[in-house]
């Protein structure tokens, strides 16, 4: 019988759920109140806010199991559905995901390593954190940042009263400044019936604060079993369901968290082509109580996004080794439209690839 999944959320993340449920013989619904979103092209969507009463109880009486596809939906729509309705992952997992503070303190009371943090509310808390943790700072709201926005680096003291101001002056966090070597994410997946999988680790590069270029298997053999433990943690504690995200920095070969996300990432992208099992059609597995499929690499993997345009010239983005993922979305400036995977057998090549890649998209 076919199995009916929800999805609050229609962009490309829920198209590539959407996808991805094809072949396992799962219809994904959407609620979304954009006209036209990127996961119409996958299936049906209701077009409601977020957080409508109505629109979340006609999702529910479509669906077997509900998931969302982004981490600012209100905990307080999940709690309008209807009784009974089972939503993957669990709304803790939202709670801890949408607050910088909840969840740091949640890494830190795991003993999942951190950079020094400190609640900030006014100019006076950061001086304090600066007192205690040293400065350079990075000041983040607590909530609803994305792609690098609602964050100013304090480098002196002086930089203190704008970045409190430049963001809204309370509700903020203060972190220590980490001069990582480089960026890594740990992909894991847990199904309701508590299997669980891991994709090898993930090293990620950002410009101007957006998810850029991934390479998967990262060159960090001694830091995966430490992630793995990391990963498995959160998805105990928080009695997870579905695949998770966590972002963690390497800085002298120790890894540091820096959030997690209660969702399929980014910097997972290149597991449709370059995984034997991508991280949406395991997102699906997990939340149906399906077996997990099998988390092997294809070769070299890595990804690139297009963020902003997409060349008119599309033939090196979709031929050989690459892998071109258009989501149908206008193009604007800062947007992520779409993304290239590579794989290969070789790293030299893929790099190479992602190089070529990455010149022809800058040009
Ligand atoms: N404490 C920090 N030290 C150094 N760089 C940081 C720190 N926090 C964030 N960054 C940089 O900013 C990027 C975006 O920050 P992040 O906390 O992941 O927010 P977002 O929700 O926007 O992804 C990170 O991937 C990293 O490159
Ligand atoms: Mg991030």
């Not at 979340?56 to 982004?70: G, Q």
């Not at 600066?130 to 304090?154: F, M, S």
């Not at 894991?188 to 669980?196: K, N, T």
């Amino acid at each position: 019988m076919v199995k009916r999944v929800g999805i609050i959320g229609a962009g490309q993340l829920g198209q590539m759920l959407g996808f991805a449920g094809r072949n396992l013989g799962v219809e994904c619904i959407f609620l979304d109140p954009g006209d036209n979103p990127p996961a119409a092209a996958a299936g049906k969507v209701l077009q409601y806010a977020f957080d409508s009463e109505e629109g979340l109880a006609a999702l529910a009486a479509r669906s077997d199991v509900i998931t969302y596809e982004f981490e600012n939906v209100p905990v307080d729509a999940l709690a309008k559905l209807p009784a009974g309705t089972v939503v993957y992952p669990p709304a803790a997992a939202l709670e801890h995901a949408q607050d910088r503070m909840v969840e740091k303190t949640l890494f830190e009371n795991l003993q999942i390593p951190v950079p020094g943090f400190r609640p900030v509310d006014s100019r006076e808390d950061l001086e304090k954190a600066a007192d205690e943790l040293g400065l350079p700072i990075v000041l983040k709201t607590r909530r609803l940042g994305y792609d690098g926005k609602g964050q100013a680096v304090v480098r002196d003291r002086t930089d203190m009263d704008d970045a409190v101001d430049a963001l809204g002056g309370s509700d903020l966090i203060a972190e220590q400044w980490v001069p990582f070597d480089r960026e890594v994410s740990a992909i894991g997946a847990r199904s309701a019936s508590g299997e669980v999988a891991f994709y090898p680790l993930t090293q990620n590069e950002h410009k101007d604060g957006i998810l850029s270029v991934s390479r998967a298997p990262a060159d960090a053999d001694l830091l995966e079993p430490s992630a793995r433990l990391y990963i498995e943690r959160l998805l105990t504690q928080l009695d997870y369901v579905g695949v998770l995200a966590l972002e963690l920095f390497v800085a002298d070969d120790r890894l540091l968290a820096n959030e997690f996300a209660p969702r399929v990432h980014n910097s997972g992208h290149w597991t449709i082509e370059g995984s034997e099992t991508s991280q949406f059609e395991n997102h699906l597995r997990a939340i149906l109580d399906m077996p997990l499929g099998a988390t092997g690499m294809r070769g070299e993997a890595g990804m690139v996004n297009l963020i902003g345009r997409i060349p008119d010239d599309r033939s090196a983005l979709d031929s050989g080794c690459c892998h071109l993922h258009d989501y149908g979305k206008a193009p604007r400036p800062g947007r992520k439209l779409g993304h290239v995977t590579v794989v290969s057998e070789e790293r030299d090549e893929r790099d190479q690839i992602l190089e070529k890649l990455a010149n022809q998209l800058n040009s």
